[in-house]
């Protein structure tokens, strides 16, 4: 048996395991799941997820006949604000809990958000590593050229968080509104470094090394999740939020590099 196979076999019985619950069961972080899952189910997720979720979406539609996963990857604080203006999506999936903290304090949550990964910086570099850079001070040297994102996105607050932690100051040459772009400048050779998460630069490994940092530790963030309160299809976000806690698509996430909530 493949090993998706044995995947989505397990996805099921979990399936069934929470369905057995009851309609009666815990709303947060999803709750129970009623009845059979069909149908559309959107999922607003933060860019550093594409290859995760994209993965996993594909066994949650294999773990449920007749289910479709349509995914919308951007920067957390863009998918909260597309979110509170009535965007139709049935799960948010954040890269910080600041930013789920705007769509639950606007209301559009259902449910209590969860936990379920979390994820630390590197910076990435291109093969070869031209520039030298070995750390954080580095990237304050005359003539690096830096990316990293913008202050409002979470891998933005958490390079600013590293960076004070190290005592290093330094100017951007762009800020870019997700980690993919920040990413993308340092694989088009635009940039010498970029401060991206750990998963962004092994997914890339082809183009980019990632160079760890200690100061790293000071700002790792934690990914909640939670299905929306107008969620066109309840039962499949319900469904969703179990299917990404559950062993099957916490392998996945491990195999990226995210760690453990």
Do not use: W
């Not at 954040?94 to 789920?100: I, N």
Request: with cysteine; proline share 6%; net charge negative.
């Amino acid at each position: 048996m493949s090993v998706r196979a044995v995947r989505t076999a397990v996805a099921v019985l979990v399936t069934l395991v929470v369905a057995g619950c009851g309609a009666g069961g815990d709303r947060a972080s999803g709750g129970a799941v009623d009845g059979p899952v069909t149908g559309t189910v959107t999922v607003f997720a933060a860019a550093s997820l594409t290859e995760s979720f994209t993965r996993i979406g594909k066994d949650f539609e294999a773990a449920h006949p007749g289910s479709t996963v349509t995914l919308n990857f951007a920067g957390s604080s863009a998918l909260a604000n597309q979110i509170n203006q009535g965007a139709p999506a049935d799960v948010f999936a954040s890269a910080a809990p600041t930013t789920m903290t705007t769509v639950t304090e606007a209301g559009s949550a259902d449910g209590t958000p969860s936990i379920f990964a979390r994820n630390q910086l590197v910076i990435a570099v291109p093969r070869g590593n031209p520039a030298g850079v070995t750390g954080l001070v580095d990237l304050s040297r005359s003539g690096v050229k830096v990316a990293l994102c913008a202050n409002q996105v979470p891998c933005g607050a958490a390079a600013r968080t590293a960076l004070d932690a190290a005592g290093v100051a330094l100017t951007p040459v762009t800020l870019e509104q997700d980690v993919k772009g920040a990413l993308a400048k340092v694989k088009l050779g635009e940039v010498d470094a970029a401060l991206v998460y750990r998963t962004d630069a092994r997914a890339a490994s082809a183009d980019v090394t990632g160079v760890e940092f200690p100061e790293s530790t000071r700002a790792v963030n934690d990914y909640p999740i939670v299905a929306l309160r107008d969620a066109p299809n309840p039962a499949g976000a319900r469904a969703f939020v179990a299917y990404v806690r559950s062993a099957p698509a916490q392998e996945i996430l491990a195999e990226a590099g995210f760690q453990a909530p």
